[in-house]
């Protein structure tokens, strides 16, 4: 079974300001962890994945994300938030076993606003 | 544009309607996804394609939803006997096979209403 938790419905920061939009996960083999972003009225649109290798992950529009093992977690970060980058911001895990479903499960989402 | 197109892009129909949903998924994917979000959920997996053959459907898919690619080019979904419960926003993504299969390009998806 694979899971996908993203504890904050919502997270306020101030322009200029870091973001971290925090995710963590659960999987029974090697996870395969993704950020999406979903503007409104819009489809979602991929930011960044993790599969191996370095875990610091870098993806489109300055975001980062740190794959910590022990930790579980997967969080998304940004050095300094554009009022630009408010949006619902989606953290998704598959199974990377061999064998396993080339399905995501997606987390609920967490609403960025990002205030001027 | 050459992403991932859904038509229509709303839908509002009565209560016991049929209603039947397309995607055009990107071109050179063969991987295709049904998924439906609801206000304040994540994308949940309704079926998934490689090529024509669905290899994969969710326990959410009931006997009333169907979903077809027949030429393993755009797909469709649709939903017998409609109910307030199908209320939801469908989409659909695309991925390819090769170095990337795990990237998932969406479509903007389609929203029905069901009254």
């Known amino acids: 079974a694979q899971s996908v938790a993203q504890p904050e419905d919502q997270v306020n920061v101030a322009e200029g300001n870091p973001l971290t939009v925090k995710c963590t996960y659960s999987v029974s083999g090697n996870p395969y962890l993704f950020w999406y972003v979903q503007y409104p009225n819009r489809g979602l649109q991929f930011l960044l994945k993790?599969?191996?290798?370095?875990?610091l992950v870098k993806g489109s529009y300055g975001f980062e994300a740190e794959f910590n093992k022990s930790q579980t977690s997967f969080h998304l970060k940004k050095p300094s938030a554009l009022v630009s980058d408010s949006a619902l911001y989606f953290c998704?895990?598959?199974?990377?076993?061999?064998?396993?479903?080339?399905?995501?499960?997606f987390g609920r989402g967490t609403s960025l606003i990002v205030h001027p | 544009d050459t992403g991932v197109s859904q038509n229509p892009r709303h839908k509002i129909t009565k209560r016991g309607q049929n209603v039947t949903f397309r995607c055009d998924p990107i071109s050179e994917h063969n991987r295709l996804y049904w998924y439906r979000q609801t206000l304040g959920q994540g994308p949940e997996f309704l079926t998934y394609f490689q090529n024509e053959a669905q290899l994969e459907k969710s326990r959410l898919l009931s006997d009333r939803f169907s979903a077809e690619r027949p030429k393993g080019s755009f797909s469709t979904l649709e939903i017998q006997r409609t109910e307030q419960g199908d209320s939801a926003m469908y989409l659909c993504?695309?991925?390819?096979?090769?170095?990337?299969?795990?990237?998932?390009?969406f479509g903007p998806g389609t929203r029905l209403t069901v009254l």
């Open positions: 993504a695309s991925s390819p096979t090769g170095g990337s299969t795990d990237t998932q390009y």
């Open positions: 993790y599969i191996t290798g370095d875990n």
């Open positions: 998704a895990v598959r199974d990377g076993a061999s064998g396993g479903s080339y399905i995501p499960t």
